[in-house]
């Protein structure tokens, strides 16, 4: 494949690679979490189900898509990326809120689990899955009845999405301020296009 002329790479800069940032990785296994979640634990014709699952995907997939539009478009990435940041946040209140109706608990901010789980950096969802099937075990062992142990492993499960959803808003939050700093810095599309046609009029 020939070399791409350098002129064009400063019009069209790489773009497109969102499995590289830690955003999209942090958005995407929340979804496939989600997933697991609301088939094993949200009705199936509640209307709830639907809408978590959507807003995780709508998570990952807003910025993937954002990524796609940054050789051309930074507002439109910085709007997606967006668009995935508010997604993720709705998605960590359905969290909150299946907690609550239940009269869950919700770890406090200085719980220990919430630290562990976030040193753990699983990027899969049997990861997360061994580690809260290793907290149940660790708090209630063998000695729990049928009912008791599905409602620990919800709560349980419930808690490390919430957590995990916490630490994908960061990340994307942290994207959004670089995308705005890049953006400020370099300009965008329009921008570029104008100082490369003003160099080779210069030179021309």
Known sequence: MPARDPKYSLILPPSGGFRKLKSFQLAQLVYDITVRFVIRYIREDSRTRDQMEQAARSGAQNIAEGSMFSATSKKIEMNLTNVAKSSLTELKLDYEDFLRHRKMSLWANDDPRRAELVAKRFTT????????????????????????????????????????????????????????????????????????????????
């Open 125 to 204: 969802a049997d990861e997360v899955a061994g580690w809260v099937k290793d907290v149940h075990e660790r708090g209630q062992g063998g000695t729990a009845s049928a009912t008791e142990k599905n409602r620990s492993f919800a709560e349980l499960s419930a808690n490390a999405a919430h957590v995990l959803c916490g630490v994908a808003i960061t990340m994307t939050d942290r994207q959004l301020t670089s995308l705005a700093k890049t953006f400020e810095k370099e300009g965008g599309f329009s921008e570029r296009l104008y100082r490369v046609r003003t160099e080779a009029r210069r030179y021309s």
